[in-house]
């Protein structure tokens, strides 16, 4: 069992629990939370927890739940879960103070590994494995329609719309991407993500 508490919050039952079983059965240390409200109302006491929340529910939604909890000065490591069409919504979650988004659907193995990566957060929660400067020089290296995609990328637009702004086919996009996630070594979306807005680069 972990030396932490894995927080599930999410509105429909079913998944809370199959999440929550699969955890548990995986060696997680886990509670469930059946709204942002009720997790809200019991973070002042989480200690050594991660929060893995939907984006979207009813009331309270992911987005609002992790500004709360910034408000609050509460520092809890959290996962995002969204939906394929979700990324822009995720891209405010990080900004909010996400260290990852997850979309669905996912892999078992996917979730767990986003849960240990966060949980290197409760030791530095400052941490990331990625220093400013090394951040800073791989964005340097990119070419300036890699880093028109990349911004179109950070302000979560799909490779159609990116194309038409950058009156460059959909494929063109794909291949800039590709050449984006190699030069800036990136590990997934989320990572992409997180590097970019530690580096201070966002949408142009």
Request: charged residues 25%; aromatic residues 4%; proline residues 4%.
């Amino acid at each position: 069992m972990t030396d932490y508490t894995v927080h599930i919050v999410d509105d429909e039952e079913a998944v809370r629990k199959s999440l929550a079983f699969m955890l548990t059965m995986s060696g997680f240390a886990v509670k469930i939370h059946q709204s942002a409200d009720a997790f809200l109302a019991f973070a002042p006491d989480v200690r050594n927890g991660i929060l893995v929340t939907d984006l979207r529910m009813p009331g309270m939604s992911g987005v609002e739940l992790l500004r709360n909890l910034s408000d609050r000065k509460i520092k809890i490591p959290s996962i995002v879960i969204t939906g394929h069409g979700d990324v822009p919504m995720a891209v405010e979650a990080m900004k909010a103070g996400a260290v990852d988004f997850i979309e669905k659907p996912f892999e078992d193995s996917v979730i767990i590994e986003a849960i240990e990566r966060a949980s290197e957060h409760l030791i530095v929660p400052e941490g990331d494995s990625d220093e400013v400067g090394d951040i800073q020089a791989r964005l340097d290296a990119l070419s300036e329609r890699e880093r028109q995609v990349l911004s179109a990328v950070v302000a979560g637009l799909p490779n159609k719309s990116i194309a038409y702004d950058l009156d460059i086919s959909p494929r063109t996009v794909e291949v800039h991407r590709a050449n984006v996630m190699t030069k800036m070594k990136a590990k997934s979306l989320a990572h992409l993500v997180r590097m970019a807005l530690a580096a201070g680069f966002g949408p142009s």
